[in-house]
């Protein structure tokens, strides 16, 4: 009687380990699955992405013509970048002008139509798709052919002027206007930042809105005391996926200035030179030391926007 009793216990116990073993079995069975599932794309980042990017960080320290064996050189890609290559300079200037013009324009142009379009308007989501539409068409080759159109000599801008009097230059083949052109293509593009603004907009409460009108605060004092502070979070976002691409626009600027950058090195894209580096002077290891420069700079940028955003950007009741 004492041994049956002494022997159930341990026989209950027992049962939870083996019930845990399955467990175990079945986890490991469900984890090799999905590695197997994931392994192609393991493959992917390891063939397609992390691969390319140490050849290429490994080839900005060679003389590598695509044609020959690369050569070991050194820092002297990087030093010749500095100090005897004035177009890579005037690239860096070209693309700086664009990106603090461009983009501080269409994040407000993008920000004036979200509001305009949050005071619900009747047919609001096919005002969003048409609105969008620039955003998915901009950075086309075929909208980069019709802009060069539109802005050149004979062109609908001329065509509109000349209605007035007016004698317009070819907007695309003067040094001066050239880049202005580019600036306002990506303005236009403004579909993307604009949903995601008008998004931001409708998580504001309207009892905000209602509090401080009721304390007698006006359109613009409720836009700068509350719309403002809490859509800070959303500009900031915009802010740093606008500098990003606006530093790897390169399609506008290759087909209006037919792959050169002209006028006058005016359009002359960081990525447009890195471009005619590699696939034009066949100087590969020159152009991967190019995008390594490119990388360093967005990234210090990315880096200085989130060390100042807590200045002004607002999350709830912190700043």
């Keep these: 009687m004492a041994d049956s009793v002494a022997v159930k216990p341990q026989?209950?116990?027992?049962?939870?380990?083996?019930?845990?073993h399955r467990s175990t079995k079945r986890s490991r069975r469900e984890a090799r699955a999905?590695?197997?599932?994931?392994?192609?794309?393991?493959?992917?980042?390891?063939?397609?992405?992390?691969?390319?990017?140490?050849?290429s960080l490994y080839l900005s320290f060679t003389d590598y013509s695509l044609l020959e064996e690369a050569k070991w050189v050194g820092f002297d890609n990087y030093v010749k970048m500095f100090t005897e290559d004035p177009r890579f300079i005037s690239s860096l200037k070209v693309t700086t002008i664009y990106v603090v013009v461009s983009v501080p324009l269409q994040l407000a142009f993008a920000l004036v139509l979200a509001l305009v379009l949050d005071r619900g308007l009747r047919g609001l989501s096919i005002y969003r798709s048409i609105f969008y539409l620039p955003s998915l068409l901009g950075g086309s080759v075929a909208i980069a052919i019709l802009w060069r159109k539109v802005f050149g000599s004979d062109g609908l801008v001329n065509a509109v002027l000349a209605v007035f009097g007016i004698q317009g230059p070819g907007w695309v083949g003067d040094p001066d206007t050239a880049l202005g052109t580019l600036i306002l293509l990506h303005v236009w593009t403004f579909g993307a930042p604009m949903i995601i603004f008008l998004a931001g907009l409708r998580q504001i409460p309207a009892s905000y809105y209602e509090a401080a009108a009721v304390d007698g605060a006006g359109v613009l004092?409720?836009?700068?005391?509350?719309?403002?502070?809490?859509?800070?979070?959303?500009?900031?976002?915009?802010?740093?996926?606008?500098?990003?691409?606006?530093?790897?626009?390169?399609?506008?600027?290759?087909?209006?200035?037919?792959?050169k950058g002209g006028p006058a090195d005016s359009t002359l894209f960081y990525t447009l030179y890195l471009y005619l580096q590699g696939f034009k002077s066949y100087d590969m290891g020159y152009a991967a030391a190019m995008a390594w420069i490119l990388l360093l700079i967005i990234a210090g940028l990315t880096g200085v926007n989130f060390l100042a955003s807590k200045y002004w950007v607002f999350y709830g009741d912190t700043k």
């Excluded at 599932?37 to 050849?55: C, D, E, K, R």
């Excluded at 403002?228 to 290759?254: D, G, R």
């Design 221 to 259: 004092r409720q836009f700068k005391s509350i719309t403002l502070p809490l859509l800070t979070p959303i500009i900031f976002f915009n802010l740093v996926l606008e500098i990003i691409k606006s530093f790897q626009s390169f399609t506008q600027a290759f087909i209006v200035s037919n792959g």
């Design 11 to 20: 026989h209950a116990a027992t049962q939870p380990a083996r019930g845990g």
């Design 34 to 55: 999905a590695y197997l599932f994931l392994a192609p794309w393991f493959v992917g980042l390891l063939v397609i992405t992390v691969g390319p990017i140490f050849a």
